[in-house]
């Protein structure tokens, strides 16, 4: 059975702390994705890789980083946290073409007080 | 910046009822899929379609496609309590980027 996994459920972290959120998918996919999920507000691309060491600004990067240096793991790395970031974290893969469809994690749900 | 519009927001109906959800756009999607979440957990690939017209069964789960390929709509046939989670609409306008609705948040109620 496929999978990405997400290595925290839940992350609760203090303002401007730096946050590590981490993905793995055992697939051998070569697109990777971060969104961040808001009531209201749908998913939001944050960044995207189409390949190790490449990495792709989505609609909302501020604030946030990225690094895909294997090929199965993208990790996503909140620079300075703060409590606007609070929210739900997805970390998707896909192989080429878009049309496949996601394989999505269970999610990261973070905190920042 | 291309728009996914997803109706109604929430709908919450009994056990056995059908329901219709809807996911509209004014761009042409090159092809369309619908995703549902279940509380705690992410998204999971229903089914994508490509051709305009295009109708796809999933069980109890009635998928179609607009003629245009402008909209699609999502029908279920005497609901379940399983049914109950976040329905996503996501289109690919062919740039390479796909665009998520914001969903219809549907309640089963046994």
């Known amino acids: 059975d496929v999978k990405v996994t997400q290595s925290s459920r839940y992350l609760v972290k203090r303002t401007g702390e730096k946050v590590f959120l981490e993905c793995v998918q055992d697939?051998?996919?070569?697109?990777m994705f971060w969104y961040r999920q808001d009531p209201g507000l749908g998913l939001r691309l944050i960044y995207f890789?189409?390949?190790?060491?490449?990495?792709e600004k989505g609609d909302i990067p501020e604030g946030y980083s990225v690094s895909r240096e294997k090929k199965e793991r993208f990790s996503l790395i909140l620079e300075s946290a703060s409590t606007n970031q609070t929210s739900m974290y997805l970390c998707?893969?896909?192989?080429?073409?878009?049309?496949?469809?996601?394989?999505f994690g269970s999610g990261t749900r973070l905190t920042v007080v | 910046t291309q728009l996914l519009e997803q109706s109604p927001q929430f709908l919450s109906i009994q056990e056995g009822e059908n329901l219709t959800v809807y996911c509209n756009s004014s761009?042409?999607?090159?092809?369309l899929q619908w995703y549902r979440q279940e509380p705690g957990e992410g998204p999971v690939l229903l089914v994508t379609?490509?051709?305009?017209?295009e109708v796809k069964k999933l069980k109890r789960l009635t998928f179609q496609f607009g003629d245009a390929r402008k909209d699609s709509s999502l029908h279920i046939t005497a609901a379940q309590p399983g049914d109950t989670g976040l329905y996503l609409c996501?289109?690919?306008?062919?740039?390479?980027?796909?665009?998520f609705g914001t969903g219809t948040r549907l309640t089963i109620i046994p």
């Open positions: 890789s189409y390949d190790v060491k490449m990495k």
């Open positions: 998707a893969s896909t192989i080429q073409g878009l049309d496949y469809g996601y394989t």
């Open positions: 379609v490509v051709t305009g017209g």
């Open positions: 697939m051998d996919h070569e697109n």
């Open positions: 761009s042409v999607f090159s092809s």
């Open positions: 996501v289109g690919f306008f062919g740039n390479e980027k796909l665009t």
